[in-house]
């Protein structure tokens, strides 16, 4: 089974619609991570949280916000998509450990806002 | 500020043939420096990393990585390609302090392999 798990895989909604993209992890990592990735632009960080009671804005958070539920899950919500919402979405994991920032990707969840 | 830059954003090279990736970058010390690869459809698979001690590093698949901090460059290389490692490849920095999670993403760069 895989580390980090994301659902939806695949996900088309229309403009104004909430949507929650959700991640797992069984790496039993502390740290977890969301980004977009855009063509051209790579990945630009979204939100990070470091334990359950920790959560941070990263590069781009406008118009989105997370939710830590547990070690193990990170969820990021859209509140009200729109269309330069589109894009590809990764979450990522990674441990404490002295300030090593190598992190573990899930296998993306695909979002197409109409 | 901290940036990435990949200056090839699509790379064609034949099966067989030898393969560098540029990737330099702008940060205030040295970073850690990472190199993933994406394949088609797939989250991002670590290639090989470097923290400190010898500046060539050796990753998975074949690659390898040389650290220069005169040039700020962490350019990827590998001596031939094979029709599978056609994929998007990312550099990316993050910083060594222990509670900076800033880590940095070039935008890629496209490789397709030519039979």
């Known amino acids: 089974d895989a580390d980090v798990t994301q659902t939806p895989r695949n996900r088309i909604t229309k403009t104004g619609k909430r949507i929650m993209l959700e991640c797992s992890q069984t790496?039993?990592?502390?740290?977890m991570y969301w980004y977009r990735q855009d063509p051209g632009l790579g990945l630009r960080l979204i939100y990070y949280s470091f334990d359950v009671k920790d959560i941070n804005k990263g590069e781009i958070s406008d118009g989105y916000s997370v939710s830590r539920q547990a070690q193990a899950k990170f969820s990021l919500s859209l509140e009200s998509a729109i269309p330069n919402q589109t894009a590809l979405y990764f979450c990522?994991?990674?441990?404490?450990?002295?300030?090593?920032?190598?992190?573990?990707f899930g296998p993306g969840t695909r979002l197409t806002v109409l | 500020a901290q940036s990435v830059t990949q200056p090839d954003i699509h790379i064609t090279v034949s099966e067989g043939a030898s393969l560098e990736l540029r990737c330099n970058y702008s940060y205030g010390a040295t970073p850690y420096l990472f190199w993933y690869v994406q394949s088609p459809g797939q989250g991002l698979q670590l290639l090989l990393k470097y923290f400190s001690g010898d500046t060539l590093v050796q990753g998975i698949k074949g690659f390898e990585a040389e650290f220069k901090r005169s040039q700020s460059s962490f350019n990827l290389r590998k001596p031939s390609v094979h029709w599978s490692d056609a994929a998007e490849y990312f550099c990316a920095v993050g910083p060594k302090a222990y509670n900076n999670n800033d880590m940095r993403f070039g935008a890629g760069t496209r490789l397709t392999v030519k039979p």
């Open positions: 790496k039993g990592h502390d740290r």
């Open positions: 990522a994991t990674s441990d404490i450990g002295g300030g090593n920032n190598e992190q573990f």
